[in-house]
């Protein structure tokens, strides 16, 4: 069975992370999205939080499991058995640091294979910070985050 990993911080999920998980599970046959524990990076909303948008905007999909993970990717890749890890890439901007990240992790773990798959023009400049950005400020979210996700900023961001 061909399982590949998808790991970031999801803070929150936007439609530019679903259209990869989209794509990712047309070419695996199970797809684990891995919610980075980062306490060295602030963040927006709770793991938890996180995990529950992401579920919710899946909607019970089949063959793709939402975890959360602390430490190397590495030891989360083979603690799961997982040899391929997917990462979107946007702009230029994004090469420079997923080239090192990559190598880093090949280097760690030779088995392991990074998989790259470009963004949908639609979601090119799409980022979670740009989403909080425009959502603090009352701006127009609607065709970049899934539903759930749009009410839990707005939560969020009230009486800011
Ligand atoms: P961000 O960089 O927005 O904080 P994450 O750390 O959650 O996002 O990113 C997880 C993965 O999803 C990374 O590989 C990132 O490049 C990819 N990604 C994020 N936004 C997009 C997008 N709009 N289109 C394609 N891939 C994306």
Avoid: W
């Amino acid at each position: 069975m061909k399982v590949f990993v998808y790991p970031g911080s999801f803070d929150p999920v936007t439609n530019g992370h679903m259209d990869i998980i989209e794509r990712a599970i047309g070419i695996c046959d199970k797809l684990i999205v891995g919610i980075l524990i980062n306490n060295k990076k602030e963040s927006t909303f709770s793991v938890k939080e996180r995990e529950d948008m992401l579920k919710s905007a899946l909607n019970g999909r089949a063959n793709i499991e939402v975890t959360s993970f602390s430490g190397l990717l590495v030891d989360f890749m083979k603690q799961n058995n997982v040899t391929t890890v997917i990462r979107g890439l946007r702009a230029v901007s994004d090469f420079e640091n997923e080239f090192q990240l990559a190598l880093l992790n090949k280097n760690q773990y030779p088995d392991m294979e990074t998989l790259f798959m470009m963004t949908s023009s639609n979601y090119l400049y799409l980022s979670s910070s740009m989403v909080k950005e425009l959502a603090i400020y009352k701006g127009n979210i609607d065709s970049y985050v899934p539903a759930c996700v749009k009410e839990a900023l707005i939560k969020k961001f009230t009486n800011i």
